[in-house]
């Protein structure tokens, strides 16, 4: 049912949809947050990792 369902034009449409709906000066500073937010979910989840592995 879903197979290739991710062609390159439905990623360029979704594209063109978010630039009409939220401007072009709000999606650099959404996805800057975006990627801040990603950067501190990485760092969390190691240190959850290294907290939880066993010390010799």
Request: charge should be positive.
């Given at each position: 049912?879903?197979?290739?369902?991710?062609?390159?034009?439905?990623?360029?449409?979704?594209?063109?949809?978010?630039?009409?709906?939220?401007?072009?000066?709000?999606?650099?500073?959404?996805?800057?947050?975006?990627?801040?937010?990603?950067?501190?979910?990485?760092?969390?989840?190691?240190?959850?990792?290294?907290?939880?592995?066993?010390k010799?």
């Open positions: 049912m879903f197979r290739n369902a991710a062609q390159p034009w439905h990623l360029l449409v979704l594209l063109v949809v978010c630039l009409l709906v939220f401007g072009s000066k709000k999606l650099p500073d959404m996805a800057r947050s975006l990627g801040k937010s990603m950067r501190i979910l990485k760092s969390e989840t190691r240190a959850l990792r290294a907290e939880d592995s066993p010799p």
